[in-house]
């Protein structure tokens, strides 16, 4: 759910090595679905892709612009209105080879972002 009429951004890094000794992400197979109401209910997917300096997930359903530079991943909420703690709704980004040690929110992110970030070997999900 979400109020207010703000546009917020999120920026995570996501700490590891994805598929090479570079700390960047490209090249990376990455998938993308969004979550609600727990990280268990896949409410909408978007195609794999592999990730190149200028890939991007636009998920029109929920309102978030995903893209990636480097080893970060900025989430984008696209709605006019702010992003809003849930049991759980929000996306998760899983890479096909792994290799990610940790997820955190950049601490520059919209104070209206509240989300919580976490992560496993292969995925990221901010709820």
Do not use: K
């Not at 998938?31 to 636009?58: G, R």
């Not at 955190?104 to 104070?111: E, G, I």
């Amino acid at each position: 759910m979400r109020f207010a009429t703000v546009v917020a951004v999120a920026g995570v890094t996501l700490m590891g090595s994805v598929g090479s000794a570079s700390a960047s992400l490209v090249g990376a197979q990455v998938s993308y679905q969004y979550d609600d109401p727990t990280t268990q209910s896949v409410n909408y997917t978007l195609p794999t892709q592999t990730v190149t300096p200028l890939t991007t997930f636009n998920d029109t359903a929920n309102g978030i612009m995903s893209y990636f530079f480097g080893n970060q991943l900025v989430v984008q909420n696209t709605e006019a209105a702010a992003f809003v703690g849930a049991a759980f709704n929000g996306p998760q980004v899983t890479f096909s080879c792994g290799g990610l040690t940790g997820a955190t929110a950049d601490p520059v992110s919209a104070t209206s972002f509240p989300g919580v970030v976490s992560s496993t070997a292969n995925s990221m999900q901010i709820n």
